[in-house]
């Protein structure tokens, strides 16, 4: 791969006694160009033992595994990263759908679902066996389905009206409730899918294990509506919980909890823009902040994989 502007990016990331440097170009795909993904993919088999993850674990024992697997993709606009988001959709939509006959996806609002819109193009959108994905929401706003701020209506207006996914595999929350009750609902959906079998369980931890979680972060570090400084970081019960007084608005919303968002088999984290790039450089930098982050929480079972473009990276 021709050397690239990105080059500056690749040392401070983290030091050579914990991470492995794989160039990009040496995945063997044939529809990647090291031309459109002029990026690397850093993998590290345990986060490193920092402060910051010590912090972490005595602040909040949400997360289920240090073993995280943490893969770090950077791109040069957040147009090369869209094309790789779909092929790693694309290739997890596979491996589920034959493994365990279901492919369950869990989805953010805000800017991610722009970042789907690949997908919903030609090769994926014939190759994909849609007929397998099962669709949630990571966090609602307790608003109607038509609203503008409801997120089931910016993924059905971005994605889900575009690909031919069963109606009834479309498990969007109860907009007729309040959000306390939104919240048991939504929760009491999921353990009947568990029950069914389509949503796997995690041996480790009890809790539902979703095939894939395709999360944003807000430029305070938040995700799902799980926010700084916020009581509900600490929720090790329940699977799905709700906010009154979000400081994002609108302020009512119900929320997956930690150990569910840590029990997933992939977590995709999906950032863009410079006005992330300080959460992003607090979480898999040297970045400082005096309290622990929702974002550096985020620790599944399984991997994790980052989808940078240059501006959300550009203080690594
Ligand atoms: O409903 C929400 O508000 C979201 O689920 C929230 O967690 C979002 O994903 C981040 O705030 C990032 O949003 P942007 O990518 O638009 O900044």
Redesign the pocket.
Known sequence: MASSSFQPFYTPLFTPTHTSLIPFSSRSSSSWSPYTIRSIHTSISLIAPTKKVNCFKTKASTSPSMATKKTIQLFDSEQTLSVSLAKYTADLSDKFAQQKGSFTVVV?????VKSLRKLAETPYIESIDWSKWHMFW????VVPKDHPDS?YLLAFDGFLSKVPIPTENIHAINDTLSAEAAADDYEAQIRHLVKNGVINVSETSGFPKFDLML?????DG????LFPGHALLEEKNKLVTFIKESP?PPPE?ITFTFPVINSSANIAMVVAGAG?AHPVHVAIGDGQEPEVLPVQMVAPEGQLTWFLDKDAASKL
């Open positions: 953010s609002g805000g800017s991610l990571v966090d609602e706003r997120n999360l944003g972060m807000g430029p938040h995700v799902a509506s994002k919303r992330k």
